[in-house]
């Protein structure tokens, strides 16, 4: 029961923080749930695709969500602008350098209506692109933990 409740929570967090922030990071180690928790979260959110390089981690989305879009490239991505959409980027950290390249050049790029969850195992992997991130969420054993916000930081400039 603790396992379920802690993924229900984590589900919540993850659907607060897609609300309001458009580029997301999301950490955490090995059987924290990040891929399945956030697969939850966005079940109502229409348009939904996904992207590994790994076949495995293609399989499990499938499993977890059968209506998510695989992506075979981010290039392949067609941008709608009247749909609410998320894009899921798994796999980060153990990307090769080209796909990282790609996957940082697609991140950068101004998108209307597309939300970007990019997950990786621990922020220093992505330390670099930290300035791209609206909002850097940890995912825990048992819980999740908002690291950083730009709606917090702006309300403290105010």
């Not at 980027?89 to 080209?98: E, K, N, R, V």
């Amino acid at each position: 029961m603790e396992k379920l409740l802690s993924y229900a929570v984590k589900e919540d967090i993850l659907r607060t923080v897609l609300k309001k922030h458009k580029i997301i990071f999301l950490s955490g180690w090995s059987r924290t749930g990040k891929t399945i928790s956030l697969l939850k979260s966005i079940s109502d959110i229409q348009r939904r695709f996904y992207f590994s390089y790994s076949k495995d981690s293609q399989r499990i989305a499938l499993s977890a969500d059968s209506d998510i879009k695989i992506l075979d490239s981010l290039s392949s991505f067609k941008e709608s602008t009247d749909e609410e959409t998320v894009i899921i980027i798994d796999d980060f950290s153990t990307s090769d350098q080209d796909t990282k390249e790609r996957i940082i050049e697609f991140i950068s790029q101004t998108h209307e209506n597309l939300r970007i969850v990019l997950i990786v195992r621990a922020f220093i992997d992505v330390k670099n692109l930290i300035p791209l991130a609206d909002a850097l969420l940890r995912l825990k054993n048992t819980t999740a933990e908002l690291l950083y916000s730009i709606w917090q930081e702006r309300r403290e400039d105010d």
